[in-house]
């Protein structure tokens, strides 16, 4: 048992399971005949440190292989679109819930629902997003998306000058075909870009940035809309989008690709596979023949800077048909690891942010009497507990190399897990002493009520962000199916919750919803301890699942 996981055989390819420390061969490492002296390395931190993935040969055109300015400013792109067409188009109302209900004449749910209904559009749009992702590549995607979320702005600024409900509405969901890509492909793209050793950092930032992000956003649209109209935060949003859609096309070429069988066979010792597997897993997810047709022993040419700004690259990326593929994204259902990865990462980011459909209900009535920019203010708890958080990658990082040094330089996906005791521990307090707050209402209880909210931010962004690393280590060619995935399931929650928990909250008091997200929570925590157990055997089930599954074999 490497350091309390249960282990399984090594005879079969599985990701998670890496030669991450070079140097001397410990007995660990020895007895599970790892072929490493053909393998890249790099010194990082002092320490000869294995390349995980594996870069091709001579190919200029790997996105592992660019420039690193190239990496940072497509990286960049990434963490500025993902605020922009995924994180603002939500909560910008969120502050102004209880104004907008009596300016538009209709009841608080209704308001709820403009970004509840956007929200289930994302939610639907996922598998669809992903399939054509994996097809076709991620470039498409974005730059669909970034036409669509600029569209969709443009709608709600005739709906909110017209003051029409229904032209809102439908601005609202267009703007919904524009986040599906950028909330779902992000953290999944970080895995075509940067090795192992380069994620930790760059992961929590993304993470901070979808689930914490959303909070300046707030704030910035309630002093928009107290101090010159609700009707200019959409009229101030567009320059933004524009911005995004023209950085996309220029500065964000396609980070997908495919390596040839040389790179798979160098993929297969570092897992472990055994040399008569080799074949096989060349051949893993009908990829082979693609991967051969680039010849890996001619160098291929450098692509140039205007056909890097093609829309579509040109390349299939798997043989796989629609139907096929479809059908994967559920499949992964039947796997415990995905399931602890949605309950943690995509239940708990949603018992945070559906808060924001009450926030303005508690504050803006008796002892608080708060106007719109004040319950703005209220989100610079949850900034703060964000940018906080955005320690939680390189603590995964540390910890996770710690444990690899002690387990021979072999690094096991599971090493990601230990950090969460952090998300425990805050999220207890946060929603404990929230509900408390709330439930002993006096006027100096906004203060708390803020630092509360920013301990629960700082409380499900460690889970997020080592959820989201757990998933590009152990499934790094399941990765965008597994965060589609969990992106549906937390938009499904977003939009459930949007119908319902102003009356809920009503009805029962605040404290009873907080209390309730605060069991939910620690239960949902608490499956990380048998996670860390027993995860290696679920990352072997995923492998046994894609090889064995009839239905795959029906569909290929």
Not at 154 to 160: D, E, K, L, T, Y
Not at 370 to 384: D, I, K, M, P, Q
Not at 425 to 448: K, N, Q, T
Request: proline share 5%; aromatic share 12%; with cysteine.
């Amino acid at each position: 048992m490497p350091l309390g996981i249960i282990d399984v055989t090594h005879h079969e390819r599985l990701a998670g399971t890496e030669m991450l420390i070079g140097g001397d061969r410990p007995s660990v490492v020895q007895d599970l005949d790892l072929d490493t002296s053909q393998l890249k390395t790099v010194m990082h931190r002092g320490v000869e440190t294995i390349l995980i993935p594996q870069p091709s040969e001579d190919d200029p055109n790997d996105p592992l292989l660019w420039p690193r300015w190239k990496k940072e400013t497509a990286f960049f792109v990434l963490f500025v679109n993902t605020i922009i067409f995924a994180t603002l188009p939500g909560p910008v109302m969120a502050p102004a819930t209880f104004a907008l209900a009596g300016i538009l004449n209709v009841p608080l749910t209704k308001i709820a629902v403009l970004s509840g209904y956007q929200l289930l559009i994302v939610a639907a749009l996922g598998p669809f997003v992903s399939v054509l992702a994996q097809k076709y590549g991620k470039r498409p995607q974005f730059l669909f998306a970034c036409a669509t979320g600029t569209l969709g702005t443009i709608i709600c600024m005739v709906g909110s000058n017209q003051t029409k409900y229904d032209t809102l509405l439908a601005g609202r969901i267009v703007q919904g075909l524009g986040v599906t890509a950028w909330e779902s492909l992000s953290l999944a793209a970080l895995g075509d870009i940067f090795y192992l050793h380069e994620r930790g950092l760059r992961t929590a930032i993304l993470v901070a940035t979808l689930a914490c992000m959303a909070s300046l956003v707030a704030i910035i649209g309630a002093v928009m809309t107290e101090r010159v109209g609700w009707r200019y935060m959409f009229t101030a949003s567009l320059p933004f989008d524009i911005a995004g859609l023209l950085a996309t096309m220029f500065l964000l070429p396609e980070t997908q690709y495919l390596r040839s069988s040389t790179i798979a066979r160098r993929a297969a010792s570092l897992a472990g596979v055994s040399k008569d597997q080799e074949k096989s897993v060349e051949m893993d997810e009908g990829q082979h023949q693609n991967a051969e047709a680039a010849n890996p022993r001619d160098a291929p040419p450098r692509k140039t800077y205007l056909q890097s700004l093609a829309p579509y690259s040109g390349t299939v990326y798997t043989s796989k048909n629609i139907l096929h593929l479809l059908s994967e994204i559920f499949i992964h259902l039947s796997n415990p690891a995905v399931i602890w990865i949605l309950l943690v990462s995509g239940v708990l980011i949603s018992l945070y942010v559906v808060t924001a459909y009450i926030t303005s209900q508690i504050w803006s009535v008796p002892p608080y009497n708060l106007g719109v920019a004040a319950n703005g203010y209220f989100y610079t708890g949850g900034l703060v507990g964000g940018l906080c958080a955005i320690m939680a990658g390189p603590m995964c990082d540390w910890s996770a190399r710690q444990l690899a040094k002690r387990n021979g330089g072999l690094f096991e996906a599971e090493f990601r897990i230990p950090v969460n005791i952090l998300g425990v521990v805050f999220a207890a307090l946060g929603w404990f002493l929230f509900m408390w707050d709330v439930e002993h209402p006096r006027p100096d209880g906004y203060y708390l009520g803020a630092f509360c909210h920013g301990a629960i931010c700082f409380a499900i962004s460690v889970p997020s962000t080592s959820a989201g690393l757990y998933i590009l280590d152990s499934f790094p060619k399941q990765s965008t199916e597994v965060f589609v995935l969990q992106m549906m399931l937390k938009n499904f929650l977003f939009y459930g919750f949007s119908t319902f928990i102003n009356t809920w909250a009503g009805q029962k008091g605040a404290g009873t919803v907080f209390r309730t997200f605060g069991i939910v929570s620690l239960c949902l925590l608490a499956t990380c301890i048998p996670m860390y157990i027993f995860g290696k055997l679920n990352r072997k089930l995923m492998h046994d699942v894609h090889r064995r599954f009839w239905i795959f074999k029906a569909l290929a």
